[in-house]
């Protein structure tokens, strides 16, 4: 089942789906920190995947 995430920072309509948490956690990180220059953990992330 793919996973989705969407940027919780004010302003940004970044959005990533993918089969695979593990994906969507990776391009997650990098756009956190290249984007908005902060690191998330994994953890953090996946709290906040929804199953599409």
Same mark, same amino acid.
């Given at each position: 089942?793919?996973? !989705?995430?969407?940027? @919780? !920072?004010?302003?940004?309509? @970044?959005? =990533? #789906? +993918?089969?695979? &948490?593990?994906? =969507? =956690?990776?391009?997650? #990180?990098? /756009? +956190? !920190? @290249? $984007? /908005? &220059? %902060? $690191?998330? &953990? +994994? &953890? $953090? %992330?996946?709290?906040? %995947?929804? #199953?599409?």
């Amino acid at each position: 089942m793919p996973s !989705q995430f969407e940027c @919780f !920072q004010d302003g940004c309509n @970044f959005m =990533v #789906r +993918a089969d695979s &948490d593990e994906e =969507v =956690v990776h391009l997650v #990180r990098e /756009h +956190a !920190q @290249f $984007t /908005h &220059d %902060i $690191t998330l &953990d +994994a &953890d $953090t %992330i996946e709290e906040e %995947i929804e #199953r599409v």
